[in-house]
């Protein structure tokens, strides 16, 4: 059996994986980050791999036949690892992808490629902002003067710490859009801060900020080495040789 390593930790992954078991020996890795993470099929192998040489070295070991970057659009770091490693081995590597949001009508987005130019430029666009930027650094938010910032994430973040005017908010999505609105409307947010996460299980607060006409600020996507993508799990499945699933 050919041996297939996905670099996991998205649903995107997930799927791929239980598409693949039975057909191939498919490996999941995830950076351990998640103390329960999802049931996967197949082996499942956790924790870093010492950078692109420790990947490499890794891909050699094991026999992998084909690589597979399934990780978080904003994991800019392992996907430049997965594109270096498979330079230096020659394994086929592709990347998975979620596609990014894009404005649509009504929409007021303002976008910038890093926190800190985000956080200085917050404060003239809004007066109570609601942060949501997954596992970003959120350093620069700290003493921002002017504005009110409502942060909602997962886990308590790790920079910011609740004050008169951060309020933390702790909630895991999928969230829908009427909850968003009330969240917007109840709490006074008049600017919502966001990644393009692409998906559904977030988007419902663009479009709640849409019908509430409230500015988005976007932090763009990081940069990726130019390598493969597919966007939908079928098509990595016949990149690699596999038909998909009837
Ligand atoms: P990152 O900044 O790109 O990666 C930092 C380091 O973590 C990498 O250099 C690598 O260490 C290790 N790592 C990352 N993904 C790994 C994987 N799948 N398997 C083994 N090692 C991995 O990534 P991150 O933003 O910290 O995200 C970590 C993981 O969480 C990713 O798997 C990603 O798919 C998932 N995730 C991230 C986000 C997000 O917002 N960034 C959201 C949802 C899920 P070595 O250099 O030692 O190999």
Known sequence: MRKVLILGGTGEARRLAEALAGRCDVVTSLAGR??????????????????????????????IAHLIDATHPYAARMGANAAAAA??????????????????DGDDWHCFDTVSDLAARLPSLGQHALITLGGADLA???????????????????????GPNVAILLARGPFDL????????????????????????????????????LPVVMLNRP????????????????????????
């Not at 940069?223 to 009837?246: H, K, N, Q, W």
């Open 34 to 63: 998640t103390t329960a993470p999802a049931t996967l099929p197949g082996r499942v192998r956790t924790g870093g791999f010492g950078g692109a040489e420790g990947l490499s070295a890794y891909l050699r070991a094991e026999g």
């Open 87 to 104: 330079a230096e081995t020659g394994i086929p590597l592709v990347r998975l992808e979620r596609p990014a949001w894009l404005p649509r």
């Open 140 to 162: 620069a938010f700290r003493g921002l003067a002017g504005i009110r910032l409502t942060v909602r994430a997962i886990d308590p973040p790790a920079h910011l710490e609740p």
């Open 178 to 213: 009427a909850g968003e609105c009330a969240l917007l409307s109840d709490r006074g947010i008049d600017v919502v801060v966001s990644r393009n996460a692409g998906g559904t299980a977030t988007r419902p607060k663009i479009d709640a900020a849409r019908e509430l006409g």
């Open 223 to 246: 940069a990726r080495p130019a390598v493969p993508v597919e966007t939908e799990i079928d098509s990595v499945l016949r990149r690699i040789g596999y038909a998909p699933p009837s």
